[in-house]
């Protein structure tokens, strides 16, 4: 039975798709660079693509090396962790051959995350000290401080659970 990340790479080897390749480096996380390459196809063992262009890119793609790769659909995106298989070229058609890289299939395959910060979970967190603006419904005018349990936090603001009786809120720009 075909697993959803090896239906996202043959359909990106039909399509010539393109995937995220980087040295899966654990003694410089987060340094290594990633690269944007061309798959090239994908036979059910080994995943084909375009060799990146920059010259450092080889250092990384020895025969043997650790590598990532980075499949995205819809709604999903995958890491593949593997090994370089080798060099070799590709026939692109029947007037052009390409450069390639031969990816193991993957020994691990997991979630992927795209940011390169650590997500901390907040959900849940009380938060003691909301104060709370005055918006142009309110008569008094005054600031409001309450407690609250926070629901989200991300990079257009945070959300938190406040008590029924403190009112209408101000969206802030």
């Known amino acids: 039975m075909q697993k959803p990340w090896q239906d996202m790479l043959r359909l990106l080897g039909q399509t010539n798709g393109a995937v995220d390749l980087s040295p899966d480096r654990q003694d410089t996380p987060g340094k290594a660079p990633t690269w944007r390459c061309r798959m090239l196809a994908f036979d ?5 693509l375009q060799r990146p262009d920059p010259p450092e890119a080889i250092r990384y793609l020895r025969s043997g090396e650790p590598v990532a790769v980075g499949i995205v659909d819809e709604n999903y995106r995958w890491l593949l962790l593997t090994h370089v298989r080798g060099m070799s070229h590709y026939q692109l058609n029947d007037k052009k051959r390409v450069p390639a890289v031969v990816i193991e299939l ?5 979630s992927g995350q795209r940011r390169v910060f650590y997500r901390v979970p907040a959900v849940g967190c009380d938060v003691d000290a909301v104060v709370m603006l005055p918006d ?3 008569t008094d005018g005054e600031a409001r401080s309450f407690n609250a349990t926070l629901v989200n936090v991300s990079g257009g603001g945070i959300g938190v659970s406040a008590p029924s009786n403190v009112g209408s809120c101000v969206a802030l720009d």
């Open 44 to 48: 059910g063992e080994h995943i084909i």
């Open 136 to 138: 142009s419904n309110d």
């Open 106 to 110: 993957p020994h691990t395959v997991r």
